[in-house]
């Protein structure tokens, strides 16, 4: 069959064929890869997204370190995910007395984190920092920071936009 096919050069025609073939699916992939990124034709609208991490019974010492390395860059899987935590408050934690009243407990405290990052925005919006979403409620939330981590910590509060 290849001695009845019509030769160009050195190619036949089913040569030139799979080159162009292949051709194809690299430019293609090429393409794929290179608008991966968002590129400037398809650029994503950033929504900013300030939420608020309670975390409960931490030492009392750590709200004071909290408060020396603010603001402080948020970080994920050991990277830089954008955004930063921007504030700290602490309240007291109480525990049940002896007498059965609740006291306050004077060696911990609870922390509110104020965080704020950009995400992409869309007709369905999942705010996403890192690998973990952002939702009023969501418990067992891990913010970490260049500086600090804290783990167990209550999503509380969420807003959306300027």
Request: glycine fraction near 12%; charged fraction near 25%.
């Amino acid at each position: 069959m290849e001695q009845k096919a019509k030769r160009v050069g050195k190619f036949n025609i089913i040569d030139i064929i799979a080159v162009l073939l292949i051709l194809a699916v690299v430019v293609f992939a090429g393409y794929k890869l290179m608008n991966r990124g968002g590129g400037s034709a398809g650029e994503v609208e950033k929504v900013k997204v300030t939420y608020v991490v309670r975390v409960e019974n931490v030492a009392k010492e750590l709200y004071d370190t909290c408060q020396a390395h603010l603001p402080s860059p948020l970080m994920a899987s050991g990277s830089l995910v954008g955004g930063e935590i921007v504030s700290v408050e602490k309240t007291p934690f109480y525990v049940l007395g002896p007498d059965g009243q609740w006291v306050e407990d004077p060696d911990h405290v609870n922390l509110y984190l104020t965080a704020t990052t950009e995400v992409a925005g869309g007709a369905v919006m999942t705010t996403k920092v890192g690998d973990q979403e952002v939702r009023i409620g969501k418990k067992d939330y891990i913010l970490k920071s260049e500086y600090v981590e804290f783990q167990g910590g209550t999503v509380v509060d969420v807003q959306w936009g300027e």
